[in-house]
């Protein structure tokens, strides 16, 4: 809540008498803001709740030697009645209890007990914990009802079941429709109140039908069935020769009453019973997925395995469309005559079912750093607002008014200057005006955009710290519908700033050594952590500091990409860092064909389509999750890589947006040769954290300013054209690694997401000679025989390969005698048959 300070409107404001005004306004507000007033209140509440609970429960057994007494009406509280009741808590229990239950509602007025409990425990504990609005509605038609209910039921008892209102209304409802018809309006009242309350399901008992795919049904089926599983191993490589099961679940101990419904289930579908739904996209997890070579992708795997569910009378048939220059009739012929035997199926396909048991992690985890209660001193703010306004007098500005905004770090104090003072001079005297305040971090906004009015942000001398648990339980963090919500910290008026980084849609961040960067980045990765679940995110790291991001490798199996055959997912070496930018780019651009193929524009669309089943896994579709690269040290890699580096980035944040592709990219050295021209013209979004100099916040943010920040997670955020000066959320290692470590204990994926392979043109240019073949060369040639079709596209979207690479493994393949020449857009023949024969040919060659 911002807490603004108002002047009084004179234009040489007299600062004596603003004091008491302003001291006054700030006491009221602390009194009824104050948390402590909410605790106690919270505390009287919860008493009242107990208070009632026991008065109840006691008159339930004296109401009949009390009544008499209580007759006589509120005097007998006085102390000269002289009258002494039986209620556990005296007099007073027993006179309210008589109030609600003979005046009242009966037995029905227990519920009232449960508003004050729920009024109490939110006030208490400073958070909605219960809706109080719900707990209401609930209440008014619960006591309505069960008093009508309990005085119906009970007739003529001495006791008061219903009370006077309970008695009222079901007399008066007997008088209308009888007994009978009361009796059912009760019963119909009370299925209906318990079904708004409950919402219980009703379930019918269903008749065993066979599972999506034949995986669901070897799969655990629950935790503890999952536990009892083996856990599958990281990699699965086939020996050679040896056929690609698509099932690798008999390696499962499979429970025996599943197994037995398996059976079932297949003797069911040889007597020609209904048939399953084939074309469901398998769940990929928990199995590793069928390895046919190691470089087989994550796209094959899925389209094999909806395919296995078949059964395969499928076997032979190819799992990708093969690009139209190399159609290859047979296979399209055989894919109709598939898809005229599939049933349609319109159950949405989720692709949190991947990892079903996945529990997001809870915010117990976070940490509360210190009371979040903006601290504001009367005191301060009345000097810095006397010594603002006595130094613009000295450079002869008046001001009209002056007002304040309390943030977590900073206070902005807005003035409106006099009439006939141009901005512009307030402007030009910016370094004057802050060298005459003195105070370290003083920014000047003149004007503030849109508002006309000139800013001026000094320090608090008391700071607050944000906590990263406050802003992920904030309802704007938890009721948003962003596909990437990131929480990066508070504005100085205290609202949460809670962003979607596919808007942004990249993120460049800069800041000197030890002013917050490596928190804001963890930051923004645990924002993602709470909200998406494995299958719908992924993370490449990037940390050639080798300490910052290390943190992430426990969920390695749920949330991290990384290269084929590679053993560290985050990545440290320069290297490789090239090759998994390459790596990205070349899923950049399989995705822009999957897209295409879809006839969508952007991720959103495709994935969509996706869910409603009109994409066919089996031609390659698959769900996309959002990949998000982070590059925790980028001046490193500029330094030792250049171009080499610049290149794919610039490219990717140029292009990857639509694919769901998206680049935070953090510097400590926000320099021209760093962050040049073509890196910024493609990161709209960009925050800087304190910098050493105004060059370098020109340098990030086309404006001075981020020099003036006073660290520790003081930041400025270049957004949507806005610039917004933020408080960072503050999250600590060991709060990020419980999250890590809660996520890692969980059953995750059999290995981390594997992007498409990438070889550098450079290194495979020495080795065409067919002595010194390419290392897929081997897997190439299995693949080719196996599906016999011998194209060059089906090779780069079958191993994921860029589309130069697999034009020289086909050279090669010719060469070896595998494949013969070119034939223009048609496939290549297959000059061998069987598999045996490739391998003899193999061996041949490497003798
Ligand atoms: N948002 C924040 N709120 C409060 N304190 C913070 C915040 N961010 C950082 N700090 C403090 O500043 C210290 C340094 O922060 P951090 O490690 O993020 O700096 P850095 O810029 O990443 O440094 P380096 O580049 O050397 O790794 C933290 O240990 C913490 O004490």
Redesign the pocket.
Known sequence: MANRLKSGKSKTPDTDKLKPEKEEQVTVKQLVKDERTHKIAGTMALLASLFLFIAFTSYLFTWREDQDKVFKGASILMPSAGVKTTNLLGNIGAYISHQFFYNGFGLASFLFCTLFFVMGANALFGKKIFSVWRNVRYLIVGVVFFSVACAFVSGNSQFAWGGAVGTMISDWLVSLIGKIGTAALLLVGGLAYVIWRFNPVFKVPTIPRKPASLEEAVLPVNEEEQEAAPKPKKTNKLKKGEQPSPLLAPKLEIDEDLLEDMQLVERAEEQDEPPFEPNTPAPPVVIPPPVVTPSLNKKQEKAQQAAASLELEIKSMPEEPISADEEVEPAEEEEESIEEKKPIITTPYEPTLDLKDYQYPSLELLEQHGSEKIIQDAAELETNKNQIITTLKNYDIDIQKISATVGPTVTLYEIVPAAGVRISRIKNLEDDIALSLAALGIRIIAPIPGKGTIGIEVPNVKKT??SMKTLLASEKFQANNFSLPVAI?KKIDNENFIVDLTTMPHLLMA??????????LNAILVSLLYKKHPSQLKLVLVDP?KV?LTLYRTIENHFLAKLPGEEEAIITDTKKVIHTLNALCIEMDNRYDLLKEAGTRNIREYNEKFVKRRLNPEKGHQFLPFIVLVVDEFADLIMTAGKEVEMPIARLAQLARAVGIHLIIAT?RPSVNIITGTIKANFPARIA?KVSSKIDSRTILDIGGAEQLI???DMLISYNGELTRL????VDTPEVESVCDNIGAQNGYPQAFMLPEYVDEKELEKDFDIGDRDSLFEDAARMIVTSQIGSTSLLQRRMKLGYNRAGRLMDQLEAAGIVGPSQGSKARDVLIRTEMDLEQHLANFNT
Request: with cysteine.
């Open positions: 710290v944000v910290g800041g000197a050594t030890g002013q917050g960067k490596s928190v804001g500091k910052e400590q954290f660290g520790k997670g408080q960072c959320a503050f």
